[in-house]
């Protein structure tokens, strides 16, 4: 799978190579338990820190979607689930979208369940 970002994005550098690994597991171009490229090879084909690749794998870890061993690389998840990521990045644009607004936690949950 091919990563490319955009330094002049508004979207932190960590945050674009993030976005394309959520993509590439909606999308099927990654699959689960695929070896994504280790962190300083990805850096130096991007031009960017090391440091901000290992941010991005460190935020999709936390997420669930990838995992991490020291010194063996960095996989996707065997139970990544290309509908759940798809859903998550929705339910985070909504709340994005909504506090932007000005609407609080509870009124945005009360819009989701029907309230």
């Known amino acids: 799978m091919l990563i490319l970002v955009d330094a002049s994005s508004s979207v932190s550098l960590a945050g674009q190579i993030g ?21 300083r090879d990805l850096a130096e084909s991007l031009g960017v820190n090391m440091h901000t690749v290992l941010r991005a794998y460190g935020a999709l870890r936390d997420e669930g979607l990838i995992e991490m061993r020291q010194g063996r690389g960095a996989w996707v998840a065997s139970d990544a689930s290309p509908a759940l990521v798809r859903v998550t990045e929705l339910a985070n644009e909504l709340m994005v979208e909504a506090q932007k607004l000005g ?9 989701i ?3």
């Open 19 to 39: 976005a394309q690994v959520r993509a590439g597991i909606v999308t099927g171009a990654l699959r689960q338990s695929e070896r994504l490229p280790p962190a």
């Open 103 to 111: 609407m609080s936690r509870l009124e945005i949950l009360g819009l």
């Open 113 to 115: 369940e029907g309230k």
